[in-house]
């Protein structure tokens, strides 16, 4: 059963300034922000709860390490736009763009919490933007705008820790990093939870 929001009004999104920072800034204060999209006159709204940082050319897990192309440019413009892309030919994967143009840097978002009684799960990013309905269609779009956007936290306070990022063990020392932020707390945290995260 669609359970989702109606449209009413015109919602508030977090401005530039707010995605212009280091991704390694950005991903933890991500946690807890609620992510919107309108869509077919309805509104999905969902509590983020798990991200990874990519922060930059020199980062052997970030796309943009093999320079700018066709599919990585968004990477290179603007924060605060959508950087979507496919893997394995099935799942797509909702990152958003962090730093200052010209230096490419961007977050991955891996979970989060449905909101307003709709049931799916978002535990995982590849099952995020199915739910979501995000896809390479909105490749590119600005954040900042009104389909795809995000709000500020509410009132609940995330307990964030950090670990290494999921699947990024072709990417020598970097698999080591501590470049993924969750909030403990959340059910809705894809897997593996560790026992040696990091509470910042």
């Known amino acids: 059963m669609n359970s989702s ?9 977090l401005c530039r ?8 800034e950005l991903a933890p204060a991500l946690i807890g922000t609620i992510l919107v999209h ?3 006159g309805r509104e999905y709204r969902a509590r983020l709860v798990e991200t990874e940082a990519y922060v930059g050319q020199h980062d052997l897990a970030c796309h943009a390490s093999k320079g700018r192309t066709k ?5 290179f413009g603007p924060p605060g736009f959508a ?3 496919l893997i394995y030919g099935m799942y797509d994967m909702f990152n958003i763009v962090a730093a200052a143009e010209g230096d ?10 449905p909101l307003d009684g709709w049931k799916a799960d978002l535990s995982g990013p590849g099952k995020l933007c199915r739910a979501l309905r995000i896809g390479r ?6 954040l900042t705008g009104e389909k795809l956007f995000l709000r500020p ?7 964030i820790v950090r670990t290494p990022r999921v699947g990024v063990d072709y990417s020598g020392d970097w698999k080591h990093e501590l470049l993924r932020f969750y909030d403990a707390d959340s059910n809705a945290v894809s897997k593996p939870r560790r026992a040696d995260a990091q509470p910042i």
């Open 83 to 85: 950087y979507v892309y």
């Open 104 to 113: 490419a840097q961007a977050v991955l978002v891996r979970a989060a919490e």
């Open 17 to 24: 300034e707010f995605y212009a920072r280091p991704a390694i």
């Open 153 to 159: 936290p509410g009132g609940e306070k995330s307990r």
């Open 5 to 13: 929001k109606a449209i009413v009004g015109r919602p508030a999104s």
């Open 38 to 40: 309108r869509i077919r």
């Open 137 to 142: 269609a909105e490749n590119g779009l600005d």
């Open 71 to 75: 599919r990585t440019a968004v990477m």
